[in-house]
């Protein structure tokens, strides 16, 4: 099973606009990490955020952490045509496993 | 640098019939994870090599199986193909210490029919 699971599983704006997709996750995380997938490829990562830590920014990228809610947000601002694609939040156990969610598909519209 | 590169691309098999995917590390890493994703779901982590050894597993039945060598390639194996088994195989690799970020292959997409 998934532990993680995204929130909206489907989002589309214009161009220009700010996208904001959620995770919430289980149990307790050694860290999460955010990823992007176009039509059905590989998965790009884009940012890691550890469970000490409260908010990451990376160029447009904003990423949240709340573990008291174990649920994660991924803001990313100015959005562009290019930024079409599916987005997938991952947490990492200390056991090293990868637990990815059921996405966000993010479109946007030029 | 190459990044992870993964064979065959494309691939169709019969129920029954068995099956081995192959993975290439990115220079560098010695870890290798293997997933598998169903159409508009998120990649399941099938299981882990390190050191030519299985070190994480996921819930899968043992008809899937892998391997690791020593030059940190690997692959996977599934036995007695099942229609449910059609879906995008991802190989992702890591350096080892730390669960730090995996390099994801462009994957592999198993037809069963």
């Known amino acids: 099973s998934q532990q993680g699971e995204e929130d909206p599983q489907a989002l589309s704006i214009q161009e220009g606009e700010n996208a904001t997709m959620n995770c919430s996750y289980k149990?307790?995380?050694?860290?999460l990490q955010w990823y992007r997938q176009n039509s059905g490829r590989g998965l790009v990562h884009l940012i890691l955020?550890?469970?000490?830590?409260r908010e990451k920014h990376s160029g447009r990228l904003r990423v949240t952490l709340d573990t008291s809610k174990k649920s994660s947000s991924l803001l990313i601002t100015a959005s562009r045509a290019a930024d079409t694609a599916s987005y997938f939040c991952a947490t990492v156990s200390t056991g090293n496993q990868f637990y990815f969610g059921t996405g966000t598909s993010l479109t946007v519209i030029p | 640098d190459a990044g992870v590169t993964q064979s065959p691309t494309h691939l169709i098999k019969t129920r029954g019939q068995q099956v081995t995917l192959r993975c290439s590390p990115k220079?560098?890493?010695?870890?290798v994870s293997w997933y598998q994703q169903a159409l508009g779901q998120g990649p399941q982590f099938i299981f882990q090599y390190y050191e030519e050894e299985e070190r994480q597993r996921g819930n899968f039945p043992d008809r899937f199986s892998g391997h690791q060598f020593p030059n940190y390639s690997s692959e996977l194996n599934v036995n007695a193909l099942l229609l449910g088994d059609s879906a995008l195989y991802l190989c992702?690799?890591?350096?080892?210490?730390?669960?730090?970020?995996?390099?994801f292959g462009p994957g592999t997409r198993l037809t069963v029919t």
């Open positions: 149990t307790s995380i050694n860290n």
């Open positions: 955020i550890r469970s000490n830590e």
């Open positions: 992702a690799s890591s350096p080892g210490g730390p669960p730090y970020e995996q390099y």
């Open positions: 220079s560098g890493h010695d870890t």
